[in-house]
């Protein structure tokens, strides 16, 4: 009745998984203290629901907005004295792997925590502040591909402001706007940086002599043909202003590639399952979760509204109907929300359904396993193979 394909890389990578054996191993080692996650440990409400029953709380949202005694975000006014406040040298805080800012860190160190025994920041995202050292060390003005609101690109860009300038661009459009900038030799044209890029560029930031050389980096869960193609525009953008030797000035996606090869063979492995046919693909991951919308974004590109953004098996519905998370527009503080969605296209189509079923890097397998479950749970059991059979079948295929 289903046949299901599955890529043959998806779900947790290695600093998920180092974070989360962090967290486990904190908790059962030191069961008369406080434990503390800095903010959220991965963008999957499941894993951090467990742990939130075994007694790690948080410090802040995964926007940093601090947390009250009470356990509730602090609200404009609000009186309520927070978790930050309470803190004692004997607490024990976790660094989550998207990593932490300076500014973290050092309300940390004068309360008198230990930081590093229980930094479980992931050793790709390292590898990206590392890169951003060494370029701003050589004179260029760092330019980070990422979300502003991002933890990832938040700890990047406070990283980066100690060696580098620096400048956060979302998106092709953002880099755009941008390259207008560079080749532009109006005084008023250039001064149009410091409206669009607010909030997103490093104090002091000087648009006539910060963007003379640049280098790339990027938040690691986003797609990597979108950071080269921002890396080839930029380069055409100093080529416009500088001539042949303009390239020359545009660092990034070489020597120094920052793009985690976990997110990206996630994304390789599922543009190859994509080259067959389908009738429907589900793509498991937390609302918040970066990577796993860029998975989806690739689904959605060949199956429309028959690609489903979902957190568990609770949201298929029925045979009928599945909830569809969708993501807030680019460049909007907009928060996402879900759609009932048909399942696939019609319950009188012939069988087999043929279904893909992937899930982002904060995806445990066992989640997809309980989605194929509640599929199979609509079609009459005679219909469907045995385990056994499958794997023999398998086995003989090798």
């Known amino acids: 009745a289903v046949e299901y394909l599955i890529p043959s890389h998806f779900g947790f990578c290695l600093g998920v998984k180092n974070a989360i054996e962090r967290a486990y191993e904190t908790l059962a080692a030191n069961p008369g203290r406080r434990v503390f996650m800095l903010s959220e440990l991965i963008h999957n409400p499941f894993v951090n629901e467990d ?11 995964d926007k940093g907005v601090p947390f009250t005694v009470a356990g509730t975000p602090l609200k404009p006014g609000d009186p309520t004295k927070l ?35 229980y930094d479980a920041t992931c050793m790709l995202v390292e590898k990206v502040w590392k890169a951003a050292r060494s370029y701003g060390r050589e004179g260029y003005t760092v330019i980070i591909h990422g ?67 640049i280098a790339v980096v990027n938040q690691t869960t986003l797609l990597m043909n979108e ?12 080529t416009t202003r500088f001539g042949a030797d303009g390239a020359a000035r545009v660092g990034g996606g070489g020597r120094r590639d920052t793009l985690c090869y976990a997110t990206q063979v996630n994304q390789d492995a599922l543009g190859r399952a994509l080259e067959a046919p389908l009738h429907a693909a589900f793509v498991i991951g937390g609302v918040n979760s970066s990577n796993t ?57 012939p069988l087999p359904r043929r279904i893909l079923i992937t899930g982002g890097a904060s995806c445990p397998d066992g989640l997809i396993q309980q989605v ?27």
């Open 147 to 213: 979300k502003v609101e991002h933890e990832e690109t938040k700890a990047t860009f406070s990283n980066t402001q100690r060696n580098a300038p620096a400048v956060i661009v979302r998106n092709l459009a953002e880099v755009e706007e941008l390259a207008k900038i560079i080749t532009s030799t109006d005084p008023v044209e250039r001064q149009r940086f410091y409206q669009l890029f607010a909030g997103k560029h490093t104090d002091g930031f000087d648009v006539n002599t910060d963007l003379e050389r």
């Open 83 to 117: 978790t930050w406040d309470t803190l004692t040298p004997d607490d024990i805080v976790i660094i989550p792997a998207f990593g932490a800012t300076d500014e973290d860190k050092a309300k940390l160190v004068r309360k008198g925590i230990a930081v590093y025994p």
């Open 227 to 238: 950071t080269l193609a921002i890396i080839e525009r930029l380069r055409l953008a100093f």
């Open 51 to 61: 742990l939130y029953r075994r007694g790690l709380r948080y410090l802040q949202t």
């Open 293 to 349: 919308y860029q998975l989806y974004r690739l689904c959605a590109e060949k199956l429309g509204n028959f690609a489903y953004f979902i957190q568990s098996e609770r949201n298929i519905n029925s045979i009928a109907s599945c909830e569809h998370f969708v993501f807030p527009a680019q460049g909007t503080k907009a928060a996402g929300h879900t759609e009932n969605r048909p399942l696939w296209p019609g319950n009188d189509a």
């Open 372 to 398: 194929i479950a509640r599929i199979n749970g609509f079609f009459d059991p005679a219909t469907l193979r045995s385990i056994d059979d499958v794997v023999a079948d398998l086995e003989r295929d090798l």
